[in-house]
């Protein structure tokens, strides 16, 4: 196994020579956004639509990104190729660089500091196939959740009470509304057609979850932007979750109500089967 490159603020160094500064935004304050990005087969997969929402993240926190969109994804494309990644991830981050602490922004000659990294990561098949249980958690969450920010206290709090529990998720609700998982988008089938809450400032917006509505929609499979509730969720004919690494989860449990018949439902089956195509598809896969 070759040691691992990562790329620190513009160059590429071996893992172990990779330190922060401990006066890095990042590292003190959260004050940065990130993604996660697929690898399928050696191919990097929505590659564009991640890299355009950190673009995004980094415009609604007024963040400057020192690259341009083509050199990082160049070295998004280098990183894959050097660690020589088959079946993975790149995790990519930007803060807001190093300067001393002090709440408001530095000055504007302070540059972003970016780090990118990969992983060696294999898809949750077993998971996908007999689905995953859920716990419901109040959302404590800020109100720009749109934001796919460093910050993620009221997720991590969220997931480790779930997963302290045994469960898969924390699916979390405002009051009676159901927004997301901490670290996925929910939803739900009723009467056979998928629900899910609106791209407002209280979800993430998931590029998995926007992929899941194009296959939707481009199969006749009714796909409705609407909050629903968590009375609706405990009733529905299925739920699953969706994130980039997780893909489409079905979820047969939350806290003790089982979902239909505690089996994936058909519907979450099919669109799983959309899905695996449209990866196939798109990172050129061969065989099954
Ligand atoms: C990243 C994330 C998701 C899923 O987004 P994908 O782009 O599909 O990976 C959903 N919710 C939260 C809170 C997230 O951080």
Redesign the pocket.
Same mark, same amino acid.
Do not use: D, F
């Given at each position: 196994m070759t040691v691992e490159t990562v790329f620190l603020n513009g160059e590429f160094v071996k893992r172990k020579d990779a330190k922060v500064d401990i006066e890095d935004r990042g590292y003190q304050f959260g004050d940065g956004i990130y993604e996660?990005i697929r690898v399928y087969n050696g191919e990097v997969f929505t590659m564009d639509e991640?890299m355009e929402?950190l673009y995004q993240s980094a415009e609604k926190m007024k963040l400057k990104i020192p690259f341009e969109f083509k050199e990082l994804s160049s070295i998004v494309f280098k990183l894959i190729e050097v660690n020589e990644v088959q079946e993975g991830s790149v995790y990519m981050q930007v803060s807001r660089g190093i300067s001393p602490r002090q709440h408001h922004f530095p000055a504007g000659d302070v540059s972003g500091s970016v780090i990118a990294y990969t992983k060696e990561m294999k898809r949750p098949l077993k998971q996908m196939q007999e689905g995953v249980t859920a716990m419901l958690v109040e959302d404590i969450r800020w109100l720009r959740?749109d934001i796919?920010s460093l910050n993620l206290l009221g997720?991590l709090l969220a997931k480790e009470e779930a997963a302290s529990r045994g469960h898969f998720e924390a699916i979390q609700h405002r009051g009676e509304t159901v927004t997301?998982?901490?670290?996925?988008?929910a939803f739900i089938v009723k009467d056979g057609t998928i629900f899910t809450h609106p791209a407002t400032n209280l979800?993430?917006n998931?590029?998995?979850?926007r992929v899941i509505k194009e296959l939707a929609d481009k199969n006749g499979v009714p796909f409705v932007e609407k909050t629903f509730t968590v009375d609706e969720l405990l009733s529905a004919e299925e739920i699953f979750i969706?994130? #980039? #690494?997780s893909e489409v989860m079905p979820v047969v449990k939350v806290d003790d109500v089982t979902i239909g018949q505690g089996v994936p439902g058909s519907l979450t089956t099919k669109l799983q089967e959309l899905f695996s195509k449209r990866i196939k598809e798109d990172c050129k896969v061969q065989a099954v």
């Open positions: 996660v991640h929402r959740c796919k997720n997301e998982g901490s670290s996925s988008n979800i993430l998931g590029i998995t979850r969706a994130s #980039t #690494t």
